[in-house]
C-alpha cells in the first residue's frame, strides 16, 4: 500500500503541481461526453478517467483499475460511504493490488469544505504516511446530527492531526495550510470537480466510468470486473 502525492517538499511538489496541471488541461480540451448507456440509473461513460497525478493514491501503483472519490469532509453520505461501501471495496479489489484508491476535495459546503481541502492536503505533504488515517478520523468527527453546524474549523482539523501524528508540530501544520502551495492543489481539485462536472458527493469513478449510485455496490463491482478484463 502506498501514499502518493506530496511526499517531497520543495521544488519537487511544485514540479508535480504545474505537471498535473498541464495534464488535466489538456484532458479538458477534450469534450466530455456524458451519454448514459441506457436509462436514468445506468453508469456514464467519460472520455477519460480522473488524473490522479498530485492525488493521494492508496494501493499498488501497476493495479489495472483507478476507484476515484470525489468527495466533501462536510458531506453527511461521503462518510456513510465510507462506513458502508468503502471497507468492502478495499478488501475485495484495494488490499488486493486490483486497484488504486483516490480522493479528490470538492468544496460544495463552503469555508468549512475548504478547512478541510487545505488540511487533508497539508497532512499529505507533511506526514503522506498518515493520511489516510488522518482523512479517516476527520470524517469520523463529523457530527451524526446536525452536520451542517460550524464543526469543521482549523482546531478541530489540529485536534484530530494530533490523533493521528502524537508528535505533530501544530505550527508547521497551520503555516502550511496556509500557503500558496497547499492552495493551489486545493485548485487543483476544483479543475477536476470542473472537468468531470461532478454534481454530487461522494461521486464515484472506476477508471473513465461515473457511478449513477454510489452506494450501489454492484454496480461499482460490475464496472470494475468489466474494466480489469
Not at 476544483?190 to 454534481?199: A, C, G, R
Amino acid at each position: 500500500m502506498s501514499t502518493k502525492k506530496g511526499a517531497k517538499a520543495g521544488g519537487s511538489r511544485y514540479f508535480v503541481l504545474y505537471t498535473a496541471i498541464i495534464i488535466v488541461v489538456a484532458v479538458a480540451l477534450f469534450v466530455i461526453n456524458q451519454q448514459s448507456k441506457g436509462g436514468d440509473n445506468e453508469n456514464v461513460s467519460m472520455d477519460s478517467a480522473p488524473s490522479t497525478v498530485a492525488q493521494p493514491v492508496m494501493g499498488d501503483a501497476s493495479a489495472k483499475v483507478s476507484i476515484v472519490e470525489f468527495g466533501d469532509y462536510k458531506c453527511p453520505s461521503c462518510k456513510l460511504w465510507g462506513e458502508t461501501v468503502w471497507p468492502q471495496l478495499k478488501a475485495d479489489y484495494v488490499d488486493t493490488g486490483k486497484a488504486t484508491f483516490s480522493y479528490i476535495n470538492v468544496l460544495f459546503h463552503g469555508e468549512e469544505s475548504v478547512t478541510g481541502a487545505l488540511a487533508s492536503e497539508s497532512m499529505l505533504k507533511l506526514h503522506p504516511d498518515q493520511f489516510w488515517d488522518f482523512h479517516k478520523k476527520l470524517f469520523d468527527e463529523q457530527p451524526d446530527n446536525d452536520h451542517d453546524s460550524l464543526w469543521l474549523t482549523e482546531e478541530k482539523v489540529l485536534e484530530v492531526a494530533k490523533a493521528a501524528v502524537p508528535d505533530l508540530d501544530a505550527e508547521q501544520l497551520k503555516t502550511t495550510m496556509n500557503t500558496e502551495e497547499a492552495s493551489k492543489l486545493v485548485g487543483l481539485d476544483e479543475i477536476l470537480v470542473n472537468q468531470f462536472n461532478i454534481k454530487g458527493t461522494p461521486t464515484i469513478m472506476i477508471n473513465e466510468v461515473q457511478i449513477t449510485n454510489p452506494f450501489d455496490y454492484k454496480a461499482i463491482q460490475a464496472a470494475i470486473e468489466q474494466a480489469l478484463k
